[in-house]
């Protein structure tokens, strides 16, 4: 006859009393003294109540080992995953991680059978197959693409074979902003010739890279539509001035500032713009003088807007700006080097009355006429 099965993890588990215990040992001692073979003839009432014993811990056991599953279960069932993460900012270069740990809080395991992410440029440490058994935890690990700036917002949906819904389809959502160690404010620069509130524009360069700014060498641009003067340098930003350049041509032009540093790590910034320069226009005439109006009816008079000559192209009518009183007609909508505008003006309400018409035109222009008319005198 072998040595009673003494359990290990029955023998310690909380669910045998002292006593028992206590038994059990005295039982195994008295087996070893014995010695190795003798203990092999041991009287049979011995041995059977060592095993009762040992049988008793064992059974136990498992009972108290299924209450603290099913304890485990219960609580886990009740608790909420976490599965959207915002990580704020990081600096750029850097990654745009979590490891997102998904329960299973059912009673059975589930396989992954599926795995679809928001972009291909982002990575998931999961793969199909992949077997959770109860009570255990998946571990996904996210991250999105680290080139570039700005905002990123990523989806994980993983798919599985679970019964319970919430294990069924799980999303994942991870979202953040990647940081430029040197950035330009703004982003890109637009400039309309024509327009003196947008003709010139200033532009900020900052850098959370100590002493960056103190390496500034130059500034240049890539086709000249701009003219790029430094107007402030200072230990937290360099500021540019802006315009545009006289020989930039009609139309709209595209160009790239480029802002250097004595740096390996960051040798240059480079800055898109935008210029729109419109084409010199002609109205004929520019002051328009009418009559007294001596009655309740409206005069019509025509003005021609045009090109100087058939080098500048053609150009678009995009709006007309007009005060009460005075009403343009319908304007075609195609492009032309010349167009006839017919207004109509109806008699002001005070005796003399200035008023102006502005007309906007794409390639970006705009030209003015000037309406001078007065009220006929009562008798």
Not at 44 to 71: F, H, Q
Not at 175 to 197: F, H, M, N, Y
Not at 347 to 358: I, L, N
Request: proline content about 6%; hydrophobic content about 40%.
């Amino acid at each position: 006859m072998g040595l009673p099965a003494l359990n290990r993890a029955g023998f310690n588990s909380p669910a045998v009393q002292p006593t028992d215990r206590l038994l059990a040992i005295t039982l195994v001692l008295a087996i070893l003294s014995i010695g190795p073979f003798q203990g092999c003839a041991l009287d049979g009432s011995l041995a059977i109540a060592a095993s009762e014993v040992a049988g008793s811990a064992v059974t136990d056991s498992k009972v108290a080992d299924s209450a603290v599953t099913e304890s485990i279960v219960a609580d886990l069932t009740v608790a909420e995953e976490i599965r959207t993460v915002d990580l704020g900012k990081v600096s750029e270069g850097e990654e745009l991680r979590h490891t997102f740990a998904i329960r299973n809080t059912s009673g059975q395991s589930f396989k992954v059978v599926a795995i679809k992410k928001s972009c291909g440029c982002e990575t998931a440490n999961v793969t199909e197959g992949t077997t959770v058994p109860p009570g255990r935890q998946l571990e996904v690990g996210y991250a999105l693409s680290k080139y570039g700036v700005g905002k990123r917002n990523g989806q994980l949906v993983i798919t599985t074979d679970a019964e319970d819904e919430s294990l069924r389809v799980i999303e994942l959502s991870l979202r953040g902003e990647i940081q430029a160690k040197i950035w330009a404010t703004p982003t890109e620069v637009q400039l309309t010739a024509d327009d003196e509130s947008t003709a010139e524009q200033l532009l900020r360069v900052e850098s959370i890279v100590p002493g960056l700014l103190d390496t500034f060498q130059d500034v240049s641009t890539n086709r000249g539509n701009v003219v790029v003067q430094l107007a402030e340098k200072a230990a937290d930003a360099l500021v540019f001035r802006v315009s545009v350049a006289p020989a930039a041509p009609l139309g709209t032009s595209y160009d790239l500032i480029y802002v250097s540093f004595n740096s390996r790590e960051h040798p240059s910034l480079n800055v898109r713009t935008r210029v729109r320069k419109g084409q010199p226009l002609v109205l004929l005439p520019t002051t328009l003088i009418l009559p007294p109006f001596n009655s309740t009816e409206s005069q019509t008079r025509r003005v021609r807007i045009m090109s100087p000559s058939a080098r500048t192209g053609t150009f678009q009518i995009t709006r007309v700006e007009s005060p009460p009183g005075i009403f343009v007609d319908e304007i075609p909508a195609e492009a032309r080097q010349a167009f006839d505008l017919n207004l109509t003006l109806t008699q002001p309400d005070s005796a003399e009355v200035e008023q102006k018409v502005t007309i906007h035109t794409e390639p970006p222009g705009c030209v003015t006429l000037a309406v001078r008319y007065r009220r006929q005198p009562a008798p």
